[in-house]
C-alpha cells in the first residue's frame, strides 16, 4: 500500500480555506508499473519501486467556489520503497482563473524579453506561480504569448496552450491542440509523457538524459516537474525532489492526468509555490518542501520563463 500524504490546502481566490478528509486518487495509476515494466529493460531508466503498483492517495483542502477551488494543494508519496519521497500536486480550475506564460530577463530570447517576475499590477490577484519548460533551444519546441511568437511552434511537441475562454489544454501540437484566435500563450517542450491516460513508450526510454533532458551530474533521480490535463478539464502541475521519470508518470496518472509533459528539471529550476494577499504584497509558500528557492523567487527578476495563476 502506497504512503498516505500530508494534507494541502485549496484557494478560491478570495483566502478562504477549509480542509477536508482524505480521498483516493485515481485507479488508473495500478497500471503503470505494469506498462512501464513492459516497456523498460532490466536495466534501465526505472530503478526498482520507481512505480507504485496502488494508486496513491491524497490529502486535499477544499472550499466550494462555482466550479469548485480556483487553487488546490496536495501531497502523495509515489513508492513504497522510499516513504520520504513526497510529490507536491497543484490542480488548477482554468475556469476561474487567468492563466498567463510571462517571459524572463533571458528566456525565451529573441527580443521577446520581460522583467521575469509577476508584474506589479498581478500580484493583488497571485494565487501561484510555477516554472515552465527547457530552455527553449534545448525543448524541441516553441514559445508563444500575448500575440508574440519568440521561437517557431513545431508540430508534433508536447504543448500546454491557455486560451482566453478559460480552458487550458495539454496535448500534441497539430493532433491535439492548434493555432486559433482563442490562444492567448503556447509552451512547448519535448514530447507528451502521458497520452490517453497511459503512459507513452518513451516513458520508459532507457535513455532518460537522451529523451527527457541532461541532469546535474547525470543523475537518474533529480527534482523534476510535469503538467497534464484531467478529464475534467483541470491543469495538475506536479513536482518534487528525487524523481526518476517513472515517478513523475506516477504522480500525474495519479492525480488524474489524460495527457501530460514534462516541464524544467534539476534543483535550479523546480518551482512553484501558491500565494495570499498580505499587508506588504502576496505571502508565498512551496507546494512541497525543500524547494531550492522561497515564494519571493517569481516575485523578483529571474532569467527563465514562467507561469502565473491569477483570481478572476
Given at each position: 500500500m502506497v504512503l498516505v500524504v500530508a494534507a494541502g490546502l485549496a484557494i478560491s481566490g478570495c483566502g478562504a480555506v477549509a480542509t477536508t478528509a482524505p480521498t483516493r486518487a485515481s485507479s488508473s495509476t495500478s497500471s503503470v508499473r505494469r506498462r512501464l515494466g513492459k516497456d523498460a529493460p532490466s536495466v534501465g531508466a526505472l530503478p526498482r519501486g520507481a512505480v507504485a503498483a496502488a494508486p496513491p492517495r491524497t490529502a486535499a483542502a477544499s472550499h466550494p467556489v462555482k466550479g469548485g477551488p480556483a487553487v488546490s494543494v496536495s501531497s502523495m508519496a509515489v513508492d513504497p520503497a522510499r516513504p520520504g519521497l513526497v510529490v507536491g500536486v497543484l490542480r488548477i480550475n482554468p475556469s476561474a482563473v487567468r492563466l498567463q506564460l510571462l517571459a524572463g530577463s533571458k528566456e525565451p530570447g529573441n527580443g521577446v524579453l520581460q522583467a521575469g517576475s509577476v508584474p506589479p499590477a498581478d500580484q493583488p490577484k497571485l494565487l501561484a506561480a510555477f516554472n515552465a519548460g527547457f530552455l527553449t533551444k534545448q525543448s524541441k519546441g516553441g514559445w508563444f504569448s500575448q500575440g508574440?511568437?519568440?521561437?517557431?511552434?513545431?508540430?508534433?511537441?508536447?504543448?500546454?496552450?491557455?486560451?482566453?475562454?478559460?480552458?487550458?489544454?495539454?496535448?500534441?501540437?497539430?493532433?491535439?491542440?492548434?493555432?486559433?484566435?482563442?490562444?492567448?500563450?503556447?509552451?512547448?517542450?519535448?514530447?507528451?509523457?502521458?497520452?490517453?491516460?497511459?503512459?507513452?513508450?518513451?516513458?520508459?526510454?532507457?535513455?532518460?538524459?537522451?529523451?527527457?533532458?541532461?541532469?546535474?551530474?547525470?543523475?537518474?533521480?533529480?527534482?523534476?516537474?510535469?503538467?497534464?490535463i484531467t478529464k475534467d478539464g483541470s491543469?495538475?502541475?506536479?513536482?518534487?525532489?528525487?524523481?526518476?521519470?517513472?515517478?513523475?508518470?506516477?504522480?500525474?496518472?495519479?492525480?488524474?492526468?489524460?495527457?501530460?509533459?514534462?516541464?524544467?528539471?534539476?534543483?535550479?529550476?523546480?518551482?512553484?509555490?501558491?500565494?495570499?494577499?498580505?499587508?506588504?504584497?502576496?505571502?508565498?509558500?512551496?507546494?512541497?518542501?525543500?524547494?531550492?528557492?522561497?515564494?519571493?523567487?517569481?516575485?523578483?527578476?529571474?532569467?527563465?520563463?514562467?507561469?502565473?495563476?491569477?483570481?478572476?
Open positions: 508574440v511568437t519568440a521561437v517557431p511552434l513545431a508540430a508534433g511537441a508536447a504543448s500546454l496552450v491557455f486560451r482566453d475562454n478559460g480552458v487550458a489544454q495539454v496535448g500534441i501540437w497539430g493532433r491535439d491542440v492548434s493555432m486559433d484566435p482563442h490562444v492567448v500563450a503556447v509552451r512547448q517542450n519535448l514530447s507528451l509523457l502521458i497520452d490517453g491516460g497511459i503512459p507513452t513508450p518513451a516513458a520508459s526510454s532507457p535513455d532518460f538524459e537522451g529523451v527527457w533532458g541532461k541532469t546535474i551530474r547525470h543523475l537518474r533521480a533529480v527534482p523534476r516537474s510535469g503538467i497534464g491543469l495538475v502541475y506536479v513536482a518534487g525532489k528525487g524523481l526518476v521519470v517513472g515517478d513523475l508518470v506516477t504522480a500525474l496518472m495519479a492525480a488524474g492526468a489524460q495527457r501530460a509533459m514534462e516541464l524544467d528539471i534539476n534543483p535550479m529550476f523546480v518551482d512553484a509555490y501558491t500565494y495570499n494577499p498580505g499587508p506588504a504584497g502576496p505571502v508565498g509558500q512551496p507546494i512541497t518542501p525543500g524547494l531550492r528557492y522561497g515564494p519571493e523567487h517569481y516575485l523578483q527578476s529571474q532569467t527563465r520563463d514562467f507561469v502565473e495563476v491569477l483570481s478572476r
